[in-house]
């Protein structure tokens, strides 16, 4: 199961997850592949594979799917839809 504690207060958001990392788990929540990641965050696509592999450690998910949902119950999805044009 996906857990929500454990707040960094530093980060100020869930699971202690940095400003990049919620940046990547928010496309990974729109269906974006490693690659597009990185084509739209301007990084190099192994900076994409360490978030990918950080992310789940820090939220208690075991796959991107997880993550996806994780991603929507914290609304962490909301920012990237309203950027969107």
Do not use: F
Request: charged letters at 25%; hydrophobic letters at 35%; aromatic letters at 2%.
């Amino acid at each position: 199961m996906i857990s929500r504690a454990g707040e960094t207060p530093a980060s100020g958001y869930p699971g202690g997850l940095s400003q990049r990392e919620v940046d990547v788990l928010r496309l990974i929540s729109n269906g974006k592949t490693d690659r597009e990641i990185a084509e739209e965050l301007i990084i190099a696509i192994r900076t994409v594979n360490t978030h990918v592999g950080n992310i789940p450690k820090k939220i208690g998910a075991t796959n991107r799917a997880e993550a996806a949902v994780y991603a929507s119950g914290d609304d962490l999805t909301l920012e990237a839809e309203e950027d969107s044009p």
